[in-house]
Every structure is written in C-alpha cells, then in structure tokens.
C-alpha cells in the first residue's frame, strides 16, 4: 500500500506532541526556565517574539538553509504563542502599535 498521502491527522498530531514533550522540549525547557526552574521565561516574552521566531524559522528553511530542529522550533513558537494568547484572552489584531511605536498586545479590534 503507498503510504505518501495516507495520513492520520490525529493520530499523526499526538505522535509529534509525544515526541515534543518527551524528546524534544526537555532541551528548551532546561535552557530557557530559569536558574531555579521557578519561572519560564515566556512569562517576560511578547507574542511579537513569538511570532518573530516563527517567521525566521520558516524563512530559513524557505531560503534552504534551514537547520535539523526547525521544524521543530516553528511547532516550539506557534504553541507558546497559543498558550499567551490563551491566558490573555487575546482576540485579533494581536499586536498594534503604541504611542512610543513599540509593539504591544492589544485587545482592540
């Protein structure tokens, strides 16, 4: 049976989320939550970074010169900003412009 366009997207998403919580988070998670482990630092971290690093990620990869873990550093990125999106209650547009033209998290539509 040819198995190029036989996909199970369930079950295909719940191998790569067992793979990313299991194999390959533990690296970022040790990296990046601090000293103690008390603080993650996407607690300090703007969805504007969030996305930031979806697009560099995707853009080297476009421009072939993408590295081993992209693909996983896109899914990486995309689910923290899910989770800030998520406890902010954020609704579209995400990030507007302030008066000091710094970005920020907007709730204005």
């Given at each position: 049976m040819d198995k190029t366009n036989n996909f199970d997207r369930l079950g295909d998403w719940e191998k790569f989320s067992?793979?990313?919580s299991e194999a390959y988070l533990?690296?970022?998670?040790k990296k990046y939550s601090g000293a103690h482990r008390m603080n993650d630092f996407l607690h300090y971290t703007g969805l504007r970074v969030m996305i930031w690093n979806i697009l560099k990620y995707a853009?080297?990869?476009?421009?072939?010169?993408?590295?081993i873990h992209d693909f996983e550093k896109i899914a990486h990125y995309a689910q923290m900003a899910y989770t800030l999106k998520e406890q902010k209650e954020l609704t579209p547009p995400f990030v507007n412009v302030d008066s000091d033209e710094e970005y920020i998290l907007s709730q204005e539509g």
């Open positions: 067992k793979y990313m533990s690296g970022p998670i853009l080297r990869l476009w421009l072939g010169r993408g590295k």
